[in-house]
């Protein structure tokens, strides 16, 4: 948490030196169609890519395809994450509105986006290193809110509440093969409850860059640096 915060304290005081509307956007102007690649760095490293198209309304979709584990001497992962979700978007201000009691009514303005995304996520792991038994699609819940000005720094808070599948040591001493799966992975018991921070810089209307710290009850904390292109 320390770390996270220390974070937060170095990009917004360099916020502070950037031009407030040098993109000539609105400040609340969040895009949600772009495309993203991704490196993410826990207990071991990652790659990923990510979709995302606006619709209709207040609605978006989301794709996303992560491989975890990966071994780039060998050209080997350990499981590749699929993940569908439809989001929703709303101005703070919009979702709430006018706060009244008595004489006095306060407009709320639109300060930050609120967001939720619910979907799908798959988990497919390397059948020559990995058994896994069990259904390997299950729920995936994102809420969050995205903040800061779309000229420049934007920020986002989110909870990430889902079932992650985990790999275990097999133990099992009837597997004597050399083509047995040393491992078995399994599907954790318990929805985690990722808690994650994330900033990106708006280069220009095109072009961004994004760092990303998230906390795990199940796997180990993750750390996410990429670049997007925006829509």
């Given at each position: 948490m320390k770390q996270i915060l220390f974070i937060s304290l170095i990009i917004f005081s360099s916020s502070s030196i950037a031009e407030s509307n040098?993109?000539?956007?609105?400040?609340?102007?969040?895009?949600?169609?772009?495309?993203?690649?991704h490196f993410t760095e826990s207990d071991k490293s990652g790659f990923a890519i990510n979709f995302s198209v606006d619709l209709p309304g207040a609605f978006y979709a989301t794709l996303e395809s992560k491989a975890d584990g990966i071994d780039y001497k060998r050209e080997s992962y350990d499981k590749v994450i699929d993940s569908a979700r439809l989001g929703m978007h709303m101005g703070i201000g919009d979702l709430i509105g006018n706060i009244s009691s008595g004489d006095v009514n306060l407009k709320i303005k639109n300060l930050f986006d609120v967001f939720a995304e619910i979907g799908i996520k798959t988990s497919d792991f390397d059948g020559e290193r990995f058994n896994f038994e069990g259904d390997d699609s299950h729920a995936s819940m994102i809420v969050g809110i995205r903040f800061g000005n779309s000229n420049n720094w934007e920020g986002r808070v989110f909870i990430d509440a889902s079932k992650e599948a985990i790999v275990v040591d097999s133990?099992?001493?009837?597997?004597?093969?050399?083509?047995?799966?040393?491992?078995?992975?399994?599907?954790?018991?318990?929805?985690?409850?990722?808690?994650?921070?994330?900033?990106?810089?708006?280069?220009?209307?095109?072009?961004?860059?994004f760092l990303e710290v998230?906390?795990?009850?199940?796997i180990e904390s993750s750390f996410k640096i990429g670049y997007q292109l925006n829509f």
């Open positions: 040098k993109l000539e956007r609105q400040s609340n102007d969040y895009k949600y169609t772009s495309l993203g690649i133990g099992n001493p009837v597997c004597r093969a050399l083509s047995c799966p040393p491992y078995d992975a399994k599907l954790s018991d318990d929805s985690d409850k990722k808690f994650g921070l994330g900033f990106l810089y708006n280069i220009n209307t095109r072009n961004a860059i998230a906390s795990s009850k199940v």
